[in-house]
């Protein structure tokens, strides 16, 4: 089982940042890969970044050169770095984990909310 807590969302103006934390605990050692989602209101959820065990990333073209995932082993935490934010990136902020298992764990979300 892995546990993941999420943290960091909030309000923020459009041109602003936030910055997007994600704690794992649990059975660390087998994890895949790390990621965020986002679901908005009416829309399916969506793959926002990718982070691979072996640190390869990827990313929703709508983020891309905005958003930047990162992840502290030392921490069990994943991050996403959010600049230049715009009113469509208002959505709840999944994390998310697949494991070499085949386990696939979600956090509760957190609200991101950017005003124009």
């Known amino acids: 089982q892995v546990q993941l807590a999420e943290s960091g969302g909030g309000l923020v103006q459009a041109g602003g940042s936030l910055r997007l934390s994600c704690a794992r605990s649990?059975?660390?050692?087998?994890?895949?890969?790390m990621g965020w989602y986002r679901q908005a209101p009416g829309k399916q959820r969506e793959l926002v970044a990718l982070?691979?065990?072996?640190?390869?990333?990827n990313y929703a073209d709508s983020v891309k050169g905005r958003f930047t995932i990162s992840r502290d082993n030392a921490k069990n935490t994943v991050y996403l770095q959010m600049n230049s934010l715009k009113p469509e990136d208002t959505a709840v902020y999944y994390c998310?984990?697949?494991?070499?298992?085949?386990?696939?764990?979600w956090g509760q979300g957190t609200q991101v909310t950017v005003s124009s």
């Open positions: 998310n984990t697949k494991t070499t298992y085949g386990g696939d764990y």
């Open positions: 649990g059975n660390i050692f087998s994890i895949k890969t």
């Open positions: 982070i691979t065990s072996g640190g390869y990333t």
